[in-house]
């Protein structure tokens, strides 16, 4: 199979990060960008993820899908695309290593992983290229949410506040307890910054998205692009514990997999403990509000005391701030059933009533 080879990688440098501008960089500054598309029994969506990417109006450099021991039609719907990409067949071994596995098989400055279900926009690598000139760790975009039909549903996340650098993700990784990221579909990462952390000795079924990301204000230059650039297709197998009614069980998992991601990233950045040390991050004291709900308990009054006074430390665009404080302190009326229903509103997005995706829409602005 043919492979186009790009030119000679160049680490990454520079300890601060900015918003993205819109310059044009010189010839001289062209960085090139592979794509990895993990598969494993995707075929429904797959071939949707890569006509996307090859219908780029800057060509990637190199695509590499990484069959993970899929056992559907995958096989064959990669078969059809010839030699347009580079196909590598393993048995399962799970989401991390697969990407690692395409990864090795790169030989550009930068990667582009895209999930298997979701979609590049068209002007992705256009808009991102200009960008790598200074060489950052990585660059972050938006993503729009599509349903399984690939229909829009009105939602783009992350929302990034104006001038949301690396210093302000590391002041949301100590006040929230994560930065606002984009799922893996939405980062380009350095790939020299990525082969240099010992991701291989972490859980391959783990996801990139969580240590690797995590780690990344702390390495060198982050740029954020404000736009969506990508779409996030949400369907069955997709659909996180975020976006379904939240029970003990599932509340305790994430807040186990939080932990264990934090201690991932310790490990890869050599910290004795997670930049928000002792204290109780926003994303912990929501999920322990919203197991006392679940549990039909009032929620804790110092612990939502102290969720605002954190939440007015991050970096989170100020009209989410307003929203979530506002829901935070409505879990303080005595009702168990309007309880319920406010958690229902905040935690399932994907079937909130259009009353309220209007009102978001407004506050927004």
Known sequence: MSVRRSA????????ESRVADHRPRTGQD?????????????????????????????????????????TDDSPAVLARYGDRITI???????????????????????????????????TLVERCRPHLGDRPVKVQFSLAAVDAQGKPNGSVFPSFAPGYDSAAMREDNRAVGLYQCPPTSGNIFNVQTLRRLPLDQEDPRGPLDGAGCAVMPYLGEVVTVPEPLGCYRLHGASMSNADLPPNL???TAEMTAFEANWASACRLLGFAEPPFGSDL?????????????????PVDA???????????????????????????????????????????LRRNGNNRPEWVRRLLAIIRG
């Open 249 to 251: 069980d599932t509340l």
């Open 8 to 15: 000679p990688r160049c680490a990454a440098s520079h300890p």
């Open 302 to 344: 110092r612990e939502t005391a102290s969720y605002i006074r954190r939440l007015a430390q991050s970096n989170l665009p100020t009209w989410q701030r307003i929203v979530q404080a506002g829901w935070m302190s409505s879990l303080l009326v005595p009702s168990p059933a309007a309880r319920e229903h406010l958690v229902a």
């Open 30 to 70: 062209r960085a090139s960008i592979g794509c990895v598309i993990p598969c494993h029994n995707y075929a429904e969506f797959v071939a949707a993820a890569i006509d996307s990417v090859l219908n780029q109006t800057d060509p990637y450099d190199q695509i590499v899908v990484v069959d993970d021991g899929s």
């Open 88 to 122: 590598v067949t393993q048995e399962n071994t799970g989401l991390l290593g697969t990407c690692l596995r395409g990864i090795a098989e790169l030989d550009t400055d930068y990667v582009h992983v895209l999930d298997a279900d979701d979609l590049a926009e068209p």
């Open 281 to 297: 991050p926003i994303y912990l004291l929501e999920r322990r509000q919203l197991a006392r709900v679940v549990a039909g308990r």
